[in-house]
């Protein structure tokens, strides 16, 4: 027991006399929490867009000005001629431009004509995300203003949808964020740490002596990963305190449950982190190999960033062998909607079953080919 | 005298490749004993399978009185190594490194600080103690892993070309201290490719494609070759494989 204390100790001294390496596990995880929390977010406020109003009457002036008091628009420029259009997109001054008919408010009243008042939006689709939320609120809002002048006609039936966003009610971006990284965060410490940690010994011929020495292989697996494991729950912790004192996350579920599966993930990556050790002939072998293998994946395929519904087929299998696919949904499951094991053991069968199958696979190589 | 390693048809086959074939010799406590072969003769693959990293496919093999196959434990704790990469951690100061490698082989606390302060001494690296290995010199720090191999006092020292990279004058003070480990009753079995360091060993054994041709003292071998030196029994051993 007093070996392995020794070399657990050497482990810790190894990993905190690094500057960089101490940077990066504790600045990441607080700054990757920050920029995703702050400054990438899904909402668009106050878009600059032109109108172009040749009838500019009672309706078409009502509907500009609904559009711009919903807070998502900014009348940036009123425009006179269709001529005007591109230069105002091509200067990019404007996102979106709505064009209104010569007879907006006649066209609206005549019921006998075959076309009815129509209203142009033009995105800018050089940002196809922007272009369509900005298209998509503008459609929204438009609705509204329809339902509204229907309601004042006595006879037209109306069906007014009535939305309600589940749990998550002002659509808070970072409520996705938080867990994204969590995946993205563990996955990197445990996985990519390790697996560079292990080939450094091998590289520098360290293993080797560690190998004759009297320590078990067992014991200089467990010295290895050991640290990294507290580190990483520190880590852990450190991602959904800011999530819930910066950014107002809600804990809904047990505190307990979320360390219980954060340390299960722990396992499924660090075993992965050994597994591609045992493959890697060096550190930059091991950093290629969990960057490509296991980080791409985790950011891409796991539905922290686009969702997978939308993916093709191919890509979506490929996601449900990554472990953040699984995990992702725990921790939204349990911070976010407070449910427990009795909706979520799934989820957690399916990353034991990675767990044992990685630490089985790897135990077997770390045999092997050290 | 009592023989501290003894194999008898020690063999290893990878596959269809026979990496060791049927090696046997004995070597005596206190001796030194030179482990030469080109590369790819099965040297390392016959040291990994004497220091436990590999299990032997047939023949036995007991190192320090123990069995490799039956014993790795007792017989891990008993040798020490060193290897051709350089084996301390270099950015580990001197003394976590002795600190480190006292703990693993399991010595006490109090033993691993009157260790250190009699090694630093020896090795006149008082004054450095808290530096990185990294920023030592390559002799010294030679010199700090062979003795650092040595702190747990085993019976046997596992050298697999120590001396590779050195200038000559640092390998004649490395193997002052290897003497003097023998003198203090190690035994030391060093492979090494300089044919200069093979005169220096009590006994010399040759590996050619996984068998071992001749085994036997420097000077009767050279007699036996009629040869000038090691470099020339070794060239004519070669071209009769």
């Known amino acids: 027991m007093n070996r392995f204390a020794a070399f657990i100790k050497k482990e810790f001294r190894h990993i905190l006399r690094d500057r960089r390496t101490v940077l990066i596990l504790f600045g990441m995880p607080v700054v990757q929490v920050l920029l995703f929390g702050f400054v990438l977010s899904n909402e668009i406020k106050n878009a600059a867009i032109a109108v172009l109003d040749p009838s500019n009457d009672a309706e078409s002036i009502a509907l500009t000005n609904k559009l711009v008091s919903s807070g998502y628009f900014r009348l940036e420029k009123t425009l006179n001629t269709t001529a005007e259009l591109e230069p105002a997109f091509r200067t990019g001054h404007i996102k979106m431009a709505v064009v209104f008919p010569p007879d907006f408010a006649a066209s609206q009243d005549d019921n006998t004509r075959e076309a009815p008042a129509t209203v142009q939006l033009i995105g800018d689709a050089s940002d196809p995300n922007t272009a369509t939320t900005l298209i998509n609120y503008a459609n929204a809002v438009i609705a509204d203003y329809q339902l509204e002048k229907a309601g004042a006609a006595p006879g037209v039936p109306v069906v007014r949808a009535e939305t309600r966003m589940r749990y998550n009610p002002e659509q808070k971006a970072v409520f996705n964020f938080v867990p994204g990284v969590m ?25 080797e002596v560690l190998l004759v020495s009297p320590l078990k292989p067992i014991h200089i697996i467990l010295g290895k990963t050991t640290p990294y494991l507290v580190l990483t729950l520190i880590n852990a912790a450190v991602i959904v305190m800011l999530g819930l004192l910066v950014f107002g996350m809600p804990m809904r579920g047990s505190i307990l449950l979320l360390a219980g599966e954060c340390v299960l993930y722990m396992f499924v990556a660090l075993s992965l982190g050994i597994f591609i050790s045992t493959r890697a002939k060096d550190q930059m072998g091991a950093m290629f190999m969990s960057a490509l293998g296991l980080l791409m994946p985790t950011m891409l395929l796991s539905g922290f960033i686009f969702p997978r519904e939308s993916m093709p087929q191919v890509l979506q299998a490929i996601g ?14 349990i911070m976010i909607k407070g449910v427990g094991l009795d909706v979520l053991w799934k989820e957690t069968l399916i990353m034991v079953a990675m767990a044992l199958f990685f630490l ?3 135990m077997r190589n770390f045999k092997d080919r050290l | 005298m009592k023989s501290m390693i003894s194999t008898d048809r020690l ?13 046997t010799f004995d070597v005596q406590e206190g001796e030194i004993f030179g482990f030469l072969g080109a590369n790819g003769a099965g040297k390392t693959t016959a040291l990994k399978m004497l220091t436990g990293l590999l299990t032997p496919s047939s023949g036995q093999a007991t190192v320090a009185g123990f069995d490799v196959r039956k014993k790795p434990d007792q017989v891990k704790q008993r040798i020490g190594y060193m290897s051709q990469k350089f084996s301390l951690y270099e950015d580990l100061t001197i003394r976590d490194n002795i600190r480190l490698f006292g703990g693993i082989y399991g010595l006490s606390n109090r033993d691993i600080r009157e260790k250190t302060e009699a090694l630093l001494e020896k090795l006149e690296l008082e004054g450095e103690a808290g530096k990185l290995v990294g920023s030592l010199p390559l002799g010294w720090k030679q010199k700090l892993a062979f003795s650092v191999a040595l702190l747990h006092e085993p019976g046997i020292v596992f050298l697999d070309e120590p001396t590779s990279g050195v200038d000559p004058l640092i390998r004649r003070q490395f193997w002052e201290l290897i003497y003097e480990a023998a003198a203090n009753g190690v035994t030391l079995m060093v492979t090494t490719h300089y044919m200069d360091e093979a005169e220096y060993c009590d006994r010399v054994s040759i590996m050619v494609d996984g068998k071992i041709e001749a085994l036997d003292t420097p000077r009767a071998m050279k007699k036996a070759f009629d040869a000038e030196d090691m470099d020339e029994v070794f060239r004519k051993l070669a071209r009769g494989a």
């Open chain 1, 320 to 333: 449900v062998i990554i472990p953040a696919t699984w995990f992702n949904p725990v921790i939204k499951g």
């Open chain 1, 360 to 362: 089985a696979l790897s």
């Open chain 2, 11 to 23: 063999s290893k086959t990878f596959g269809s490749f026979t990496a060791v074939d049927a090696i």
């Open chain 1, 183 to 207: 995946t993205l965060i563990l996955m990197l410490v445990s996985a990519m740490m390790t697996s560079i940690t292990i080939a450094r010994e091998k590289e520098l011929g360290t293993m």
